[in-house]
């Protein structure tokens, strides 16, 4: 198994910045993919963005690309979504992800709350 360790969110003000961080420990030579989700409130979870382990390619929801960056540090476990020029409509639960493993299975963190005020 993997825990995930979320951190980073808060309030800000739109046009401002946020550095979330997700923490792995455990299997984490098992990690294959670790990405971020998002929730916000009355609507589904959504996919934000995801990285390779190894080699470290990127995927990113297409309305977020050009704002958003993910990026991992594999000596500490840990990946990073940049967030910038937020906006109103990017208030939600972030939750990050883990990916592990054939067939792959994946583990959650608990989220951190991202709150833009307009």
């Known amino acids: 198994q993997v825990q995930l360790v979320e951190s980073g969110g808060g309030l800000v003000q739109a046009g401002g910045s946020l550095r979330l961080s997700c923490a792995a420990s455990?299997?984490?030579?098992?990690?294959?993919?670790m990405g971020w989700f998002r929730q916000a409130p009355g609507k589904e979870r959504e996919f934000v963005a995801r990285i390779l382990w190894s080699g470290g390619s990127t995927v990113y929801a297409g309305s977020l690309k050009g704002r958003f960056t993910i990026s991992r540090d594999t000596a500490k476990n840990t990946v990073y979504l940049q967030m910038n020029s937020l906006q109103y409509e990017d208030t939600a639960v972030y939750y990050c992800?883990?990916?592990?493993?054939?067939?792959?299975?994946?583990?959650w963190g608990q989220g951190t709350q991202v709150t833009v005020s307009s």
């Open positions: 455990g299997r984490t030579f098992s990690i294959t993919t």
């Open positions: 992800y883990a990916e592990l493993g054939t067939p792959p299975t994946n583990y």
